[in-house]
């Protein structure tokens, strides 16, 4: 099947771009049986769906003649998950329609939501956006959709799993029940199903996942490492595979932040994307790696989603997915478009098992390999360097008479190591990884303990998950409770009641004083309490695995004292005095203090 049926308008800007035959799925909505209806499309990632329901909308959004049908209000609608993903959809439909005259206008968070406004009365074609700032928009009167005649839901399961079904049942149940509903997701679980259900009408379902066929332009690797050694891993992976481009892939804002500044001080040219950073952060971020100033993306799997870059060809997964679906999702950044593309994931030893298995349940076959040693890299740098002098080059006047004027200083070998000096120097160093043997993997398995750290005692402090405790805010208060460094505290445990801490035992004595003068009443801080453990948390991580001859109450390390008595609502009494409540507040208690923000109010990324 080709474009051939396709309005003149469409047609010229297929061929501008150079599409020449259709996808899968492109093919699959513009068939006969298609054409009007409502569809449910299985559609993975790099298929070419943003154009697929692009077509798919020309009936509703064109005339017989080709012409745009003329409308004060928006005819189509596109609701994505995040910005970045909103922002490409604008750019795809913006092209696809631009012959035609069509506007297309972009609601995401981020943005001047005043200018978004503005634009929306001045009379948008399509409104592609995200569902908090859709519904804002929607709420406040801006985003009319009494002529809407398509509505889009791209990669409809990300958003159900990121809690944006109360804003799509909201603007679902705003438009016209007249207009047309294309749903398109990666998966279809039963949320995906019921949506489909209760909004659509005689669906066309079209499925365009092939198993097979999705992993093709994808090599998949597995790379073990001992899990002290993942950042250094990640150094040699950048260093074997010389990528024009990379992502790699954190769970966490943190994780993001930590390997970023890794990778700078490594000398990498690296930029970051995560939900911690505004609009203007992000696309300055992508700019950079379209316009080559940077080759490696480190991100979160929501501040990735939708990013589209041709020149990527290495995806580093260096905290593994939560599912397999994350895993497509992630690995699918890659291999797009016919191209071919890398996915490592960097394995700890001891989560091997687990990877086997969400490996399996993809269908996805990975070889399973060692880290990229310094020997192979250096090869590597060989081969790429022979590679880049045997390429011809434009010589001057000037660069003849400087190479003879070298040529008579030093000998050609000379020279030759000279540039392969100046060439390496420019690229940031291997490490030395260890190496993965079984006795390497049961030492990596071990606890290791830091230098001053051989000969610790355990603290015990009286506050634990229960009350928020996190490390972010631990150490700070532990250096100045105890008037020691961070540098001078060993490993945290933290308990649903009480945490642990090790301090090394030529320091116990002045840590412990030093609690006992900054006790006091005055703070929340002043009024948690210290104690030497005996046993730390291994009392009570053995009581655990044995289980509880009371489940309402925890078993109590010898030595340790009791806590204070909890009344009916649950609060500790006699712990804080002139206090109602024992739970401290602030960021030991207070919902809003808390850095895991333990209000139960699920966090949604940055979108609105």
């Not at 004292?561 to 206090?579: L, M, N, V």
Request: aromatic share 4%.
């Amino acid at each position: 099947m080709t474009f051939e049926d396709l309005p003149i308008g469409l047609k010229t800007a297929l061929a501008e771009r150079d599409y020449s035959q259709p996808t899968d799925v492109q093919a699959a909505v513009l068939e006969p049986e298609a054409l009007g209806r409502d569809l449910v499309v299985s559609a993975q990632t790099g298929s070419g769906k943003t154009v697929a329901f692009g077509l798919a909308m020309a009936g509703e959004l064109l005339d017989d003649g080709g012409e745009l049908n003329r409308a004060d209000s928006p005819l189509a609608l596109v609701i994505a998950p995040t910005r970045e993903l909103a922002l490409q959809v604008s750019r795809e439909l913006g092209w696809l329609y631009s012959a035609i005259g069509a506007r297309v206008a972009t609601c995401v968070g981020g943005m001047n939501p005043s200018h978004e406004r503005k634009v929306l009365r001045s009379g948008a074609t399509i409104v592609v956006g995200t569902p908090g700032r859709l519904r804002d928009h929607l709420e406040r009167g801006a985003l009319d959709l009494s002529a809407l005649s398509a509505i889009v839901l791209d990669e409809a399961d990300e958003m159900l799993d990121m809690g944006f079904r109360d804003e799509l049942e909201a603007i679902l149940d705003a438009a016209p029940e007249t207009r047309r509903t294309l749903l398109f997701s990666a998966t279809m679980p039963r949320p995906i199903e019921a949506l489909a259900q209760r909004y659509q009408r005689n669906a066309l379902r079209i499925a365009t996942v092939d198993k097979g066929r999705s992993h093709e332009d994808i090599s998949y690797q597995a790379v073990t490492v001992s899990p002290p050694e993942i950042e250094n891993a990640v150094v040699n992976l950048l260093r074997f595979h010389e990528a024009e481009t990379a992502i790699l892939f954190c769970a966490t804002r943190e994780s993001v932040r930590r390997l970023h500044a890794t990778l700078q001080e490594r000398g990498f040219s690296v930029v970051a994307l995560s939900g911690e950073h505004s609009q203007q952060e992000r696309n300055q971020a992508l700019q950079a790696l379209r316009d080559r100033r940077a080759r490696v993306c480190v991100a979160t799997d929501v501040a990735a989603r939708g990013i589209d870059l041709p020149s990527l060809s290495l995806v580093v997964h260096v905290e593994i997915p939560r599912d397999a679906e994350t895993l497509q999702h992630r690995s699918g950044r890659t291999g797009r478009a016919g191209k071919k593309g890398t996915a490592v994931l960097i394995v700890p030893f001891p989560r091997r098992k687990r990877v086997e298995g969400m490996l399996r349940r993809a269908s996805i076959k990975a070889m399973w390999t060692d880290a990229p040693d310094r020997e192979a890299i250096m090869a590597q740098d060989r081969e790429r360097l022979l590679e880049t002098l045997m390429q011809p080059v434009e010589v001057t006047d000037a660069d003849r008479e400087l190479a003879e004027k070298l040529m008579t200083q030093k000998s050609p070998a000379e020279l030759a190591a000279m540039l392969v000096h100046a060439h390496r120097s420019k690229m940031p160093a291997p490490e030395d990884l260890m190496p993965n043997t079984p006795e390497a993997r049961r030492a990596a398995q071990q606890e290791k303990h830091r230098p001053g750290f051989e000969d610790t005692v355990w603290f015990r402090m009286d506050i634990g998950r229960k009350q928020n405790a996190d490390p972010r805010w631990i150490l700070p208060l532990l250096c100045r409770r105890g008037h020691v460094t961070r540098n001078e505290i060993g490993a945290i445990r933290i308990g649903p009641d009480e945490t642990y801490f090790q301090i090394p035992r030529t320091l116990a004595d002045k840590f412990h004083s030093a609690t006992q003068r900054t006790a006091g009443t005055e703070s929340d801080e002043e009024a948690i309490r210290f104690e030497v453990s005996q046993d730390g948390p291994r009392v009570v991580a053995r009581a655990n695995r044995k289980g509880r001859s009371d489940p309402g109450r925890r078993p109590r390390p010898p030595g340790v004292k009791a806590q204070p008595s909890r009344g009916p609502q649950g609060e500790r009494k006699g712990d804080f005095k002139g206090k109602k409540k024992g739970k401290p507040k602030g960021k030991f208690g207070d919902k809003s203090g808390s850095p895991k923000n333990g209000g139960g109010q699920r966090r949604r990324p940055n979108d609105s």
